[in-house]
């Protein structure tokens, strides 16, 4: 890594960073096909857009500031202006202390936000056509590259279903109870030795290393995720996956001012400084839901090539700022 431009010649790196190209030109072409609209939000923000303390935190002009940690409240403004389906390619910053083989402290989201006519499953059936759009596409139009990486990195071909198989969140925990997996909660979130678990258990039951849970956990959501009207306890909220770790983190978002508010405030969030978010809502805002998607994980699982630093040009670790 310290001589990134030297091991950048290598035919194995060409090939990775050329399938990294074309997931985002695949991103771009699907969503574009279903009448989204790309868009550039700030990156320079007043306060946190996920909750809690990870972020970088700076002085912009004597005024407090951060880097954004997501495109999220940007999204869902641009919703409420009308925008109908929009996504985003671009920077996200997470100043989390993480010395893991999938985290970086800058990487490249890839984030969309729709509204919903019906139901928040409408989410899923874009997000089902869009990823098998991409793996089509990387494996038909890209089998060069795919062979290159293979030639000094092996791995096996990812496989997915048509349709995307899709489990709820109870249904999940069921499957790591029944496998005898101690310390699972109903109500939180799973460990990522128990998403591993449960992809090798799905894999085995469904021959597939992509599918989607959902139905998660109030407590284990942002403060912007909508409860499920059916049961307090769960969210109309999703995670999508490949080999057993999280590629995307979805869900339908609060549109009710009210409801929002006391959601930030119970997610401990100082309501000042997200004052102006809060306040697009009071105009009006559709029901409408999204998700975001890290680029470097998904080129590091598509490949299976077990760590990130080598699907990101230049790494930002917690160790890492140069070169």
């Given at each position: 890594?310290?001589?990134?431009?030297?091991?950048l010649?290598?035919?194995?790196?060409?090939?990775?960073?050329?399938?990294?190209?074309a997931v985002?030109?695949?991103f771009?072409?699907?969503l574009?096909?279903?009448?989204f609209?790309?868009?550039?939000?700030p990156?320079?923000?007043g306060?946190?857009?996920?909750?809690?303390?990870?972020?970088?935190?700076l002085?912009?002009?004597?005024?407090?500031a951060?880097?954004?940690?997501?495109?999220?409240?940007?999204?869902?403004?641009?919703?409420?202006?009308?925008?109908?389906?929009?996504?985003?390619?671009?920077?996200?910053?997470?100043?989390?202390?993480?010395?893991?083989?999938?985290?970086?402290?800058?990487?490249?989201?890839?984030?969309?936000?729709?509204?919903?006519?019906e139901?928040?499953?409408?989410?899923?059936?874009?997000?089902?056509?869009?990823?098998?759009?991409?793996?089509?596409?990387l494996?038909?139009?890209f089998?060069?590259?795919?062979?290159?990486?293979?030639?000094?990195?092996?791995f096996?071909?990812?496989?997915?279903?048509?349709?995307?198989?899709?489990?709820?969140?109870?249904?999940?925990?069921k499957?790591?109870?029944?496998?005898?997996?101690e310390?699972?909660?109903p109500?939180g979130?799973?460990?990522?030795?128990?998403?591993?678990?449960l992809?090798?258990?799905?894999?085995?039951?469904?021959?597939?290393?992509?599918?989607?849970?959902?139905?998660?956990?109030?407590?284990?959501?942002?403060?912007?995720?909508?409860p499920?009207?059916?049961?307090?306890?769960?969210?109309n909220?999703?995670?999508?996956?490949?080999?057993?770790?999280?590629?995307?983190?979805?869900?339908?978002?609060i549109?009710?001012?009210?409801?929002?508010?006391?959601?930030?405030?119970?997610?401990?969030?100082?309501?000042?400084?997200?004052?102006?978010?809060i306040?697009?809502?009071?105009?009006?805002a559709?029901?409408?839901?999204?998700?975001?998607?890290?680029?470097?994980?998904?080129?590091?699982?598509?490949?299976?090539?077990?760590?990130?630093?080598?699907?990101?040009?230049?790494?930002r670790?917690?160790?890492?700022?140069?070169p």
């Open positions: 890594m310290n001589y990134r431009v030297i091991d010649r290598t035919p194995a790196n060409q090939a990775i960073f050329r399938v990294q190209s985002c030109e695949l771009r072409e699907a574009r096909r279903k009448d609209v790309e868009i550039h939000t990156k320079l923000i306060g946190a857009s996920e909750g809690g303390a990870s972020v970088f935190k002085d912009y002009m004597g005024q407090p951060c880097l954004a940690q997501s495109p999220q409240l940007y999204k869902q403004m641009a919703i409420e202006a009308d925008m109908d389906r929009v996504f985003e390619i671009g920077p996200v910053f997470r100043a989390e202390n993480s010395n893991t083989h999938r985290h970086l402290c800058e990487f490249t989201g890839l984030d969309m936000e729709m509204t919903i006519k139901h928040y499953s409408e989410v899923l059936d874009v997000l089902n056509d869009l990823f098998l759009h991409m793996f089509d596409g494996n038909e139009r089998k060069h590259e795919l062979e290159v990486v293979n030639a000094q990195h092996p096996e071909p990812l496989k997915y279903l048509n349709p995307t198989l899709r489990l709820t969140f109870p249904e999940g925990i499957m790591l109870q029944d496998h005898g997996v310390g699972v909660d109500l979130d799973l460990s990522t030795e128990q998403e591993r678990v992809g090798q258990l799905v894999k085995e039951k469904y021959d597939t290393d992509f599918y989607i849970l959902h139905k998660y956990p109030l407590n284990a959501r942002p403060f912007y995720t909508m499920c009207p059916h049961d307090g306890d769960y969210t909220s999703f995670d999508i996956f490949i080999r057993g770790e999280e590629i995307i983190s979805g869900a339908q978002r549109h009710d001012v009210e409801l929002l508010s006391k959601r930030a405030v119970e997610c401990g969030i100082e309501i000042e400084t997200i004052q102006a978010y306040d697009a809502f009071k105009y009006g559709l029901p409408h839901g999204g998700c975001g998607v890290g680029l470097e994980r998904v080129v590091m699982l598509f490949l299976n090539l077990g760590n990130i630093r080598k699907t990101s040009m230049f790494p670790d917690p160790r890492r700022l140069a």
